[in-house]
């Protein structure tokens, strides 16, 4: 089973950047589809992005299209959330997920697909 530890987050002000790093375990990363998920207090864990393995397709909640791009790279077992144009609503505990490549890419949205999650890392935006 993969591991994951994602870093990169903090607090930052509105219209800000951040990215986040997500670093995977094992010699089987590119096998993954890897995607990245956020759980504001007392709301449900949502999609925010995903990318599969040899295509690199890649797929985003409507809510940060536009202002996220997600990224890997295989050599260094790492897949990345580049964050820009950061508002409040943003704020969140953001978490790395790890699964094979999925049959329909609709699953992909869902939180059950993914069978590794990170620990998550804090992301905070100041308005």
């Known amino acids: 089973q993969v591991q994951l530890v994602e870093s990169g987050g903090g607090l930052v002000q509105a219209g800000g950047s951040l990215r986040l790093s997500c670093a995977a375990s094992?010699?089987?990363?590119?096998?993954?589809?890897m995607g990245w998920f956020r759980q504001a207090p007392g709301r449900e864990r949502e999609f925010v992005a995903a990318i599969t393995t040899s295509a690199g397709n890649t797929y985003y909640a409507d809510s940060v299209k536009g202002r996220f791009t997600i990224s890997r790279d295989n050599a260094k077992n790492t897949v990345y959330l580049q964050m820009n144009s950061l508002k409040p609503e943003d704020t969140a505990v953001y978490y790395c997920?790890?699964?094979?490549?999925?049959?329909?890419?609709?699953?992909?949205?869902?939180?059950?697909?993914?069978?590794?999650w990170g620990q998550g890392t804090q992301v905070t935006v100041s308005s």
């Open positions: 094992g010699r089987t990363f590119s096998r993954y589809t």
């Open positions: 997920a790890a699964e094979g490549d999925p049959k329909y890419s609709a699953t992909l949205y869902s939180a059950g697909f993914y069978g590794a």
